[in-house]
Structure formats: C-alpha cells, structure tokens
Nanobody, 124 residues
Framework: QVQLVESGGGLVQTGGSLRLSCEASSGTARRYTMGWFRQAPGKEREFVASLNWIGSGIYYADSVKGRFTISRDNAKNTVFLQMNSLKPEDTAVYCC?????????????????WGQGTEVTVSS
C-alpha cells in the first residue's frame, strides 16, 4: 500500500504562484499514474491534472490548462503541481492520488490511493 503526503499549500494573492509536492512512501509508486484533484468548500472533488509513470499521457482540466503544470521526479518518488496565475476560484484542498492504470486520466474512480490534501487559498 502506498501512502501519499502533500505539501506546499498556503495563502497567495490573485496572480501568484505555488508549487505543490506529493511524496509517495513506496518506491513502487514510480510505476503509478499520478493525479491531482481538488475540492472546494461545498463542491465535489474535481480532476486537476494527471500523468503516467513515464511522464507522458498528461491531462489537464480546462480550467487550469495553460496555468498549471504537472511533473514528476521518479528518483524522489515525488509528483509536483506548479500553479501559476492563481485565481480565487482555485481555492480548494488539493489531493494527489495514485492509480495502477496507465491511462487513469480524469476519472477519480481509477485511483486507489489518496493523500490527505494540502489547502490552497487564493485571495482577491
């Protein structure tokens, strides 16, 4: 079983940037597709971005395309989410997730392991 721990959240002004990290406990995590999801207060969890274990098959939600970048460092069992040009509507708890499916993509049902999340607040 892989455990995921996110970090890097915080309070930032509109237009600012944050870099989230997700570290996996198991070395085998480098073989998983990794995704980022977010949940705003009163809303359902939504897909943000994902990429497979070789760093291809990258998908983004339309709302973050061009502003967010997902990447991974398999040597460090870590996945990153670089978030630029942040908007108040990006405010949410961001969670990373792992899937054994090469093409897990946007469907959260494809992910079997989840982190506790890190909170991002964008002030206007």
């Amino acid at each position: 079983q892989v455990q995921l721990v996110e970090s890097g959240g915080g309070l930032v002004q509109t237009g600012g940037s944050l870099r989230l990290s997700c570290e996996a406990s198991s070395g085998t995590a480098r073989r998983y597709t990794m995704g980022w999801f977010r949940q705003a207060p009163g809303k359902e969890r939504e897909f943000v971005a994902s990429l497979n274990w070789i760093g291809s098959g990258i998908y983004y939600a339309d709302s973050v395309k061009g502003r967010f970048t997902i990447s991974r460092d398999n040597a460090k069992n870590t996945v990153f989410l670089q978030m630029n040009s942040l908007k108040p509507e990006d405010t949410a708890v961001y969670c990373c997730a792992a899937s054994s499916l090469f093409t897990a993509g946007r469907d959260r049902r494809n992910y079997f392991a989840w982190g506790q999340g890190t909170e991002v607040t964008v002030s206007s």
